[in-house]
C-alpha cells in the first residue's frame, strides 16, 4: 500500500474558508493546552481577551485604534503579495513614514492645520514609498532577492530612528527618555472625541480597501498584477512589463506603510520614540496572508487581529501575563493554517 | 596591553552565539529551507536552558535541553516547509512569534533570579601560549566547541560524499533524486542539526553571556543570524569572520560612543555591509562560484 499525493485541479473556495476556520479552531484549542501546562487557565484568558478587545466600549475603539495601520499595512501587502513579490519590509516603511512626519510636524508647526496634516500624509507616504524603492531597484537591476533586503532595511530604519531619538531630536524637557517634543497643537490628527481614534486616517485605510479592489479586479494592472504573479513566464510571453509591476505594487505597500507611521506618531503618541510600532509590519504580513489575499478577508482579518492585540494588552494587567503572550496566538494560528492548506491543495489517496 | 586582550576576548565571546547560530542556520539553508524563523528558536533555547538549569542546578543540563528543544521548534518548520509543501516565509514568520510569545510565557517567573552559569574554563596546555593563548583559550567551553564546528563543517562540506550530497539538494533536488538520495531525508537531517545549534546559540546567552532570563534577550540576535548566514554566503569559514565582525561592532559601539560616534550609526553597518554583499553576490556570473542554495524557499514538490 502507498500514499499518494496529487495536487488538486479545482479549489473549492468554501471549502477553503471551512477549512480556515477548523485551523484557527485547533490553534485555539492547541493554545489552551500549553496555557494549561503554564498554570494559567484558559478558558479565563480567553474570556478576558474576548471581553477587552470587543465587549466593552472602550475596548472597542481601541481595536479599531490598532485596525487603522493594520489595515493600511495588510492592504498594501495584499497587493505585493499577489505579484509574488515578497515585501517583509512594511515594518521599516513605518517607522521611515513615522520619522519622515516627526520632522515635518516639529519644523513646519507654524503652518495651519489644514495644509500641515495634509502634508504630513504626503510626506509619510513619499517616505515609506522611498524606502521600498531601494529593495524594489536591487531587485530589478541587479536580480537580489527582496525577501533579504527589505528585511534588512527594517533594522537599518530602526537604527535611524535610534540614532534621531536618542541624539539631535531628543527632547531636551524629557527627563532624559529617548523622544521628541510633542508635535503642536495644529500638527495633531483630529480625533474621534472620548477615544483615540484618529478618524481621517481610519477614513484613508477604508477608502484604501476600496481603491485597492477596484485596481485589482476591474484594472488592466490589477489582471497584469495577477498573471505576474500566478506564471511569471505566462507574463513575460504575454509582453507585460514585469519591473514595472514589481515596482508598483512595491511603491503601494511601501507608501501605505508609511502612512500608518503617520498615523501612530501623529494620531497616537505626538511625538516620535522607539516604540512606534509593534511590530505592526510583521503582523500585517501575517494578515494580509491569513485574508487570503483579497480585500474583504483582509480586512476581515486585519479586524480580528488588531482584537487580539488589545486583548494581549489586557491579558497583562488581569492576569499578569507578558505582553508577548499574545505572540503564541500569532504563531499558532499560521502553523495551523499552514499545515491545513495542504489538504486544500492536494488530495491525498491511500492505495493498494 | 592586558585591556586588548580582554577586548578582543570579548568580541569573540559576543560572536560565538552568533557563529554557532549561523552554523546552524547553514545547515537547515544549505537543503534548501528558508529559516525566518531563527529568532523563535534561539529564544526558547535562552528560556529552556535557563529553566532546566535552574530546576536542576546543573547549567550543562540546561544546555542539553536547549538542544532538544531547538530540534523540536526546528521540526515545526520542517514539517510544515518539507513534507506539507507550506510557504516558508510565512512559516518562518510564525515560528519566530510563536518562539518570542512562548517564551515570555514560560520565563515569566524566571525575571530577575541568579542561575549556576558555565564559567571560563582554560583549556590547559594551550592557554599558556603567549597573548594567544589567554584569548582563544582561556574562555567559555563553548567557544572551544564553535571552533570544533568549524573545522567539521568545513571538512563535511568540501571534503566529504556527505557535502556532494547536500549541496546537490540544496542546488538541485531532482537530480539529488535521480542519484538515488532522498531529498526528504536530508532535509529533515539538515533541519535537526541547524535547530540543535541555533537551540544551544539562545541558551548560550541564558547561561553564559548574560547569564540571567531577561525577556526578549535575544534581542534580534536571531535575524542577526539570518543575514550573517547570507553574509557568509552560507560557507562555514566565512561565518566565523562575519560572527566576530558582528559581535565585534556590539562590543565597540560602546566602547566607542565616548568618542562622539553614535552607537546606531555604528550597529546599522552590518546590515548596510549584508546588503551590498547580496548586491555582489546576486550577479550571475558570482552567484556560481558562490554556495547560494539555488533552491532556497522553494518547496520541492515531488508528484508521483
Known sequence: MRIRIRKRVVESKRKIILIKIIAVLSALLADAIIFLFMNVDPLRAYYEILRAAFLTEYGLTETIVKFIPLALISFGLMVVFKAQTWNIGAEGQLLMGAIVTTWVALNLGFLPSYIIIPLMYFSGFIAGLSWALIPSFLKIKLHVNEVLTTFMMNLIAQKILEYFVYGPWRDPHGWGFPQTAMFPENARLPILPGTRIHYTTLLLALATCFILYVLIWKTTIGYEIKVVGGNIEAARYAGINIAKIVFLTMIISGGLAGLAGVGEVGGIKFRLNPNVSPGYGYTG?????????????????????????????????????????????NGSILFFILAFDFFTRYEIKLER | MNEWISIIRTIIEAGTPLLIGTLGQIAIERTGILNLGAEGIMIMGAVTGFAFARITGNPWIGLVAAILIGIFFALIHGVISISFNGNQTISGLALTMFGIGLSGLIGRNYIGIPVKHIPRIPLFPLDKIPILGQILFNTNPLVYLSFLLVLIYWFILYKTKIGIIVRAVGDSPETAESMGISVTKVKYLGTIIGGALIGLSGAYLSLIYIPAWIEGMTAGRGWIIVSLTVFAMWDPIYAVFG???????????????????????????????????????????????????KTLGKPYIREK
Open chain 2, 243 to 293: 560572527s566576530y565582525l558582528f559581535g565585534g561592532v556590539e562590543v565597540m559601539q560602546y566602547i566607542l560612543q565616548p568618542y562622539g560616534i553614535p552607537p546606531a550609526f555604528l550597529s546599522m553597518s552590518p546590515y548596510i555591509v549584508t546588503i551590498l554583499v547580496l548586491c555582489i553576490a546576486s550577479r550571475e556570473s558570482i552567484k556560481k562560484r558562490l554556495g547560494a542554495p
Open chain 1, 285 to 329: 504580513i501575517v494578515i494580509a496572508w491569513l485574508g487570503g489575499l483579497n480585500p474583504l478577508g483582509v480586512a476581515i482579518a486585519a479586524f480580528l487581529y488588531s482584537g487580539l492585540l488589545v486583548g494581549g494588552d489586557a491579558l497583562q494587567v488581569a492576569m499578569r501575563l507578558p505582553q508577548a503572550t499574545i505572540n503564541i496566538f
